[in-house]
């Protein structure tokens, strides 16, 4: 769940994935994989997020849609949001709390119909991963690192991109800011 703030002054390419990260204390991972990642999950839970509201503040904030996507971790339909090709200079926040998630500049086309990005903001600061075994599936489920809302998901399948990594996040329609 996006909503892009325009900015004039872009910020320096992300330096995500350039050199191995072994610091826990962001719970930051350089390479997402499955064996790495069920270590990871296992020794660092994601616990106690730095913006604490009440599932009823949320409520009030967010439309209906934001609010399952965020909090409920639904999924939105496939190529429905405005950002999916959107690719206007910027930041992307979240709309649960205003944390910038991603760069405009890590944005790119990977024609899975989510917004995708090859890098979060902020050398991985800016989310989190969990492990998530819903549908039948295993995968890296990506959260925002202050309110902990669901944002989608990370997979191996950026080939084409600098990191190898596709970070493919829910856009549902929101406003800018």
């Not at 330096?15 to 930051?28: A, D, E, G, V």
């Not at 086309?109 to 995708?116: R, V, Y």
């Not at 989608?152 to 996040?169: A, K, M, N, S, W």
Request: hydrophobic letters at 25%; aromatic letters at 10%.
């Amino acid at each position: 769940m996006l909503q892009i703030r325009s900015k004039t002054t872009l910020l320096a390419q992300s330096i995500l994935f350039k050199r191995p990260t072994t610091t826990p204390l962001f719970r930051q991972m350089s390479k997402i994989n499955k064996k790495t990642y069920h270590e990871y999950a296992k020794n660092f839970p994601i616990t106690n997020p730095e913006v604490k509201k009440d599932e009823s503040e949320y409520k009030q904030q967010l439309d209906e849609m934001s609010y399952k996507v965020l909090r409920q971790a639904a999924t939105e339909r496939p190529f429905t949001s405005e950002l999916n090709k959107d690719y206007t200079p910027g930041v992307y926040t979240c709309k649960a709390c205003g944390n910038d998630l991603f760069d405009a500049e890590t944005k790119f086309d990977s024609g899975c119909g989510w917004p995708a990005f090859n890098a979060p903001k902020g050398d991985e600061k800016s989310v989190l991963f969990r492990r998530d075994v819903s549908h039948g599936m295993d995968r890296t489920e990506v959260v925002c690192a202050k309110c902990h809302s669901h944002l989608g998901h990370v997979f191996e399948d950026g080939y084409d991109q600098p990191t190898g990594l596709r970070y493919c996040i829910e856009g549902q329609h929101d406003p800018r800011s």
